[in-house]
């Protein structure tokens, strides 16, 4: 039985991105066709091209959907009038695709504007989930696993 990762990310991205990024970008979201020149990851050594964050459908191996949407943050503008470009993705990842699936992240973050935590990742298998710290390097998938006991609050 094969594993499956559920992706969850909500970035920012910036007012003037550039077009050939946000072309790419359009593609993967499934929202537009495929430019000529891949950046987001080494396609050729994954089998080819696939519009890895289009949704609309029930996700493959967890509860919901996989989704997701692509549109200008008038409400919180930049402080010089700017609005700047609000990503939310969830998506199901299969195991023999996860390498290439962060690759494309990394693509994305190094556009993004966000710092910090900008989402995370889970396993179908054990349900372990790994936090997705962007930060100026790069990004890290950061480990949640409580140390002894868990602190549980009723809700």
Request: hydrophobic content about 40%; glycine content about 10%.
């Amino acid at each position: 039985m094969s594993d499956y990762y559920d992706l969850f990310l909500a970035v920012d991205l910036p007012p003037d991105l550039p077009e050939p990024v946000f072309l790419e970008l359009r593609w993967l979201l499934g929202q537009g066709d495929m430019p000529a020149e891949l950046k987001s990851a080494d396609w050729e050594s994954w089998g080819g091209p696939w519009q890895a964050f289009a949704g609309g459908s029930a996700s493959h191996s967890f509860d919901g959907a996989d989704a997701s949407l692509l549109v200008r943050a008038m409400d919180r503008p930049n402080l010089d009038g700017s609005e700047p470009w609000a990503l939310t993705i969830r998506t199901c990842i299969h195991e023999d695709d996860f390498g290439a699936m962060m690759d494309i992240v990394g693509w994305l973050l190094r556009h993004s504007t966000t710092q910090g935590w900008v989402g995370f990742v889970r396993d179908s298998g054990l349900g372990q989930v790994h936090h997705l710290v962007r930060h100026e390097d790069g990004f890290d998938l950061v480990d949640v696993r409580p140390v002894g006991q868990p602190k549980r609050v009723p809700w």
